[in-house]
Nanobody, 125 residues
């Protein structure tokens, strides 16, 4: 089974850019729909972006301008590029995988069966 593993988080300043990566320590991700979620302390998990196995992308409307999700199946990775980071972007960012993709539920956490441990992104002002 696919086992997502995130990397690339850290402490950055507002206005910086950051690239998070997700790979799998188990089955390759190439035939999975992949997504990024984030969760700040005391807040609910928030959908960030998703990408199908064919490369079609979906974004939370409020984040679309600054976030880019991409996949490189040859490297077994799904990346999340974040530009112009804001303090409100501070959260644990999670990578998730699903064997199916639903246009109804793709932006809900329950749609995804496999989750990484998360990588912390902290944005200082």
């Amino acid at each position: 089974q696919v086992q997502p593993v995130e990397s690339g988080g850290g402490l950055v300043q507002a206005g910086d850019s950051l690239r998070l990566s997700c790979t799998s320590s188990g089955r390759a991700i190439d035939r999975y729909a992949m997504a990024w979620f984030r969760q700040a302390p005391g807040k609910e998990r928030e959908f960030v972006a998703a990408i199908t196995w064919t490369g079609t992308t979906y974004y939370a409307d409020s984040l679309r301008a600054r976030f880019t999700i991409s996949r490189l199946n040859s490297k077994n990775t799904v990346d999340l590029q974040i530009n112009s980071l804001k303090p409100d972007d501070t959260a644990v960012y999670y990578c998730a995988a699903s064997e199916v993709f639903s246009l109804v539920y793709y932006n809900q956490g329950g749609h995804y069966d496999y989750w990484g441990q998360g990588t912390q992104v902290t944005v200082s002002s």
